[in-house]
């Protein structure tokens, strides 16, 4: 059984082509394409870059294309797209514009192409679906939660895959278990040890801070948008929802205009003054750029007021967990993170710290109570066990 999974950006496809006929599945190929103009096209040369790797003879090959599909009304977990479900993400476009109309249009192209191919989406917001309704929710006016503004969370399908490496790696297969059939059983699979608690930070281009008992989120740093929680790249992160009618009636701004500076010149480009990315950023912080030293002070103490956050809630922490680009690369944020928790058990060995880049790794010292993980994340093979999961089911 072939599966590719499909991720659709506003102008790249990137695409991993997944084999389940053994145990364990088998990644056959990945591959991708930046400045896509014409998506049609894009979508064929992937196929032809398939057939002539010898991986399929054609699409009809393919079991299903899987998507790490965003957000929609109404909708979650893993699910066929058909057009009812496009139209429940064409309802949010407003809250995930630079994610929703890309899978929509791609999602629609792959299925002229690709006629009689499942197309399946596993939703970013799917993890959250079990967490506590107190840490989802805003104190807005009800007729405000009617339409749909509450916390959703995302990345959903990173920090699941953390849950399952991390419960793996600290020797607790029963969590692991739980949390890969989280979406099929809701939770209800027994450990069969005391409770698990994982705090995991996937810190990239856009960030975010999940806290997990027992293989399932409680509660997570983005809101009703992925523009929420930590500064982002370019977009603004956690911000007073009175800044927005302040700003309109000061500069007679639209709120296109106002959604624009938001999503495009805020978070860490913002701040900075340099650039959205954290290699430039931190190279101008050392070259004494003083706001390029702020972007960085701010982006670290908005991760540690969160895992603060979560170590409460959990009662404590077995692990802190990095992933993404930044969780991935950084060594310095990793530590500047990390630095002064001794009090709480939680102490970087600087060493192990500094040789660890874009590897699985324990980074703690052995003094340190709390284990420091890097795990690189591998999210389109999460989609892709729940596609095959959903193709499956009875
Ligand atoms: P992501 O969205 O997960 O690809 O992460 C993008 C962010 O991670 C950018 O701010 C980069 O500066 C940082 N990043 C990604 N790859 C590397 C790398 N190889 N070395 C250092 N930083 C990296």
Redesign the pocket.
């Known amino acids: 059984m072939k599966i590719l999974v499909a991720n659709l950006g506003s102008t790249s496809l990137k695409w991993r082509l997944f084999d389940f006929s053994n145990s364990p599945e088998r990644l056959l190929h990945k591959g991708g394409y930046e400045r896509v103009s014409d998506y049609s096209k894009a979508i064929r040369d992937c196929l032809a870059e398939l057939q002539s790797a010898g991986h399929i003879h054609s699409g009809s090959d393919l079991a299903a294309v899987g998507f790490k599909t965003v957000i929609a009304q109404g909708v979650s977990g893993c699910v066929r797209l058909d057009e009812s479900v496009l139209a429940a993400m064409e309802a949010f476009n407003g809250l995930a514009p630079a994610h929703n109309p890309p899978y929509i249009t791609g999602i629609r192209l792959f299925s002229q192409i690709l006629p009689g191919v499942p197309l399946l989406g596993l939703f970013e917001t799917a993890f959250y679906q079990f967490a506590p309704e107190a840490n989802m929710r805003y104190a807005v006016p009800e007729n405000w939660y009617q339409l749909g503004i509450r916390r959703w969370g995302f990345h959903g399908a990173s920090h699941k895959f953390i849950a399952e490496r991390s419960a793996e790696l600290l020797g607790r297969p029963d969590v692991a278990e739980r949390a890969r059939r989280l979406y099929v059983d809701g939770g209800a699979t027994p450990v069969s040890g005391p409770p698990l608690r994982i705090i995991s930070c996937h810190l990239?281009?856009?960030s975010s801070i999940t806290g997990t008992l027992n293989g399932a989120a409680i509660g997570t740093s983005m809101g009703l948008t992925p523009q929420s929680g930590l500064p982002q790249?370019n977009r603004v992160g956690d911000l007073d929802s009175f800044a927005v009618p302040y700003f309109l009636r000061q500069t007679g701004a639209t709120i296109d205009e106002a959604e624009r500076q938001l999503c495009k010149e805020g978070g860490l480009k913002g701040l900075s003054g340099v650039s959205?990315?954290?290699?430039d950023i931190q190279t101008a912080a050392d070259q004494g750029n003083a706001k390029a030293k702020l972007a960085l002070d701010v982006f670290v103490a908005s991760a540690r007021q969160w895992i603060g956050s979560y170590l409460l809630q959990l009662n404590s922490v077995d692990a802190l967990v990095f992933t993404?680009?930044?969780g991935?690369?950084?060594a310095e944020l990793r530590a500047a993170i990390c630095a002064s928790l001794d009090q709480l058990g939680i102490i970087l060995d600087p060493d192990k710290n500094a040789a660890t880049?874009?590897t699985e790794a324990v980074i703690s010292s052995a003094s340190s109570r709390v284990k420091i993980l890097v795990i690189p994340t591998n999210e389109e093979l999460v989609v892709a066990r729940e596609v095959k999961r959903q193709l499956e089911r009875p």
């Open positions: 990239g281009g856009s790249n959205n990315d954290m290699r993404a680009g930044i991935e690369n950084r880049r874009a």
